[in-house]
């Protein structure tokens, strides 16, 4: 599975797996073995991701950014590297999210399906990523906002 990745200038570079079309089905099937969240960390950890990472089983990655209108802006990740917009790059770090769950015994999370939320003008809110055992909710504002709902 693949989003597309931002490049230079506003363009979307194609993606190389399956598309995200922003249906309902974006990622459902796919299998996510970490969660990480993005920080910025000049002055230690503190406060709430800038971005939240989903690690496929198959390599891959989905990154979710707080835009700088609380929207949330849904791309392919790097996994293990960094975006592009991390300058600079010694002050950013991923790190394990203490507040999730472990995935659950078999090693991953079996995503089921997806749904967006969007504002009045179209873009995502909050996206909400299906999974056998509950849903990661992820809200974009200043930071991202994650949680795991048990289903």
């Known amino acids: 599975m693949s989003v597309g990745r931002e490049m230079p200038g506003g363009e979307i570079d194609a993606p190389t797996g399956r ?4 249906k ?5 099937g796919a ?26 089983e198959d390599g891959q990655s989905v990154l979710l950014t707080c835009a700088s209108d609380q929207t ?12 592009d ?13 203490d507040r999730l769950p472990l995935p659950p015994y078999g090693g991953a999370w079996t ?3 997806t749904q967006e939320r969007h504002d009045g003008h179209g873009e995502v ?23 795991f709902v048990p289903g």
């Open 19 to 22: 598309p995200r079309h922003g």
């Open 24 to 28: 309902a089905d974006w990622l459902t």
């Open 31 to 56: 299998r996510i073995s970490a969660v990480q969240g993005l920080f910025y960390r000049p002055e230690g950890r503190a406060g709430e991701p800038e971005a939240v990472e989903f690690v496929l």
């Open 72 to 83: 949330l802006s849904i791309t392919s990740g790097a996994w293990p590297g960094l975006p």
């Open 85 to 97: 917009w991390c300058v600079p790059a010694g002050q950013w770090q991923f790190e394990q999210l």
């Open 111 to 113: 995503v089921t399906g």
């Open 125 to 147: 809110r909050e996206a909400v990523i299906r999974c056998e055992n509950g849903d990661f909710v992820i809200s974009g504002g200043d930071t991202v906002a994650i949680r």
